[in-house]
């Protein structure tokens, strides 16, 4: 593998983690500060993949159907969390598996109905369409460039509401002690509902963001929801940097072990997420 190989492929893997941060960001906050196990969460990113489809076939400008977009999914969001699953904080999580499971179905059903079975493309807008020359035969697109940024930015401004807004320190706090928050006379219902939202946002906004360079076809969603889990686990549960660093690593391990092992590429990230358990089973670093 020469140099500029080399650059492009730590490219990609750093783009894939950024990307799937962005995924498991918002499963982060709804199984680890909310305790829900949310087996939807990988629906939430095929809705955003299918979004920006829909909506810039409607608009004809990808960053218009993304507004739209990252406001509808707010919207579905905060409508499911007081429609269900605000009844199921003190319930089994076997009720939240059955919960979140039949959402699955329900999502896979009226996509079905909406868009159809079949496999589309969403169009990079002209203006990130270009490519940077690395080398002779080689280049790198501008828009992975752009997504890897967006992500940054996201990450930055993740960690500074968390950690440096009133609103973040009673999301920490709600996260601890519900019962304690609430009899202090915050309303900790809006505030997981706010939480679940934000959760929804990002999936579906790295589902908008992804569908340029992927295609959006159905079932999209569930090879994205069990890496999230991994993310989350090797993270720490509730830990929105351990999700960061986590998913750096797992686009480390997949992108490079897939040049490196091609034959078991399959198995780098649950090796990792092994060795990381073993090491730490509480995952690399605490809760929020």
């Not at 199984?31 to 087996?39: A, R, S, V, Y």
Request: a neutral charge.
């Amino acid at each position: 593998m020469d140099l500029t190989t080399f650059l492009i492929q730590l490219l990609n893997a750093l783009q894939y983690g950024l990307l799937l941060f962005l995924v498991a960001s918002g499963l982060t906050l709804i199984f680890g500060i909310m305790g829900i196990i949310n087996l939807a969460h990988g629906s939430f990113y095929m809705m955003g993949a299918y979004m920006a489809f829909a909506l810039t076939s409607a608009t004809g400008n990808l960053f218009v159907a993304i507004l739209l977009g990252i406001v509808l999914s707010a919207l579905i969001g905060f409508l499911l969390e007081w429609g269900l699953f605000s009844r199921l904080y003190k319930r089994d999580h076997l009720d939240q598996v059955l919960l979140t499971y039949g959402l699955i179905l329900m999502f896979e059903e009226i996509r079905s109905m909406i868009v159809g079975d079949d496999v589309h493309g969403v169009r990079i807008p002209e203006m990130l369409s270009a490519s940077i020359q690395l080398s002779e035969t080689l280049s790198y697109p501008v828009y992975r460039l752009f997504m890897s940024g967006v992500c940054i930015v996201l990450a930055v401004l993740m960690y500074w509401l968390i950690r440096h807004t009133r609103l973040g320190m009673m999301i920490r706090a709600g996260s601890s002690n519900r019962e304690m928050v609430q009899s202090l006379g915050i309303n900790i219902d809006l505030i997981y509902r706010l939480v679940f939202a934000l959760g929804v946002t990002l999936a579906a906004f790295a589902g908008m963001l992804a569908a340029p360079v992927s295609s959006v076809y159905p079932g999209m969603g569930n090879q994205v929801l069990i890496i999230c889990f991994v993310v989350v686990v090797i993270g720490g549960v509730g830990s929105v940097w351990g999700a960061f660093v986590a998913a750096l690593l797992i686009g480390l391990a997949d992108t490079f072990g897939k040049v490196i092992i091609p034959d078991f590429a399959g198995l780098t990230v649950y090796l990792l997420m092994a060795a990381v358990l073993l090491w730490r089973p509480e995952g690399i670093f605490r809760r929020i």
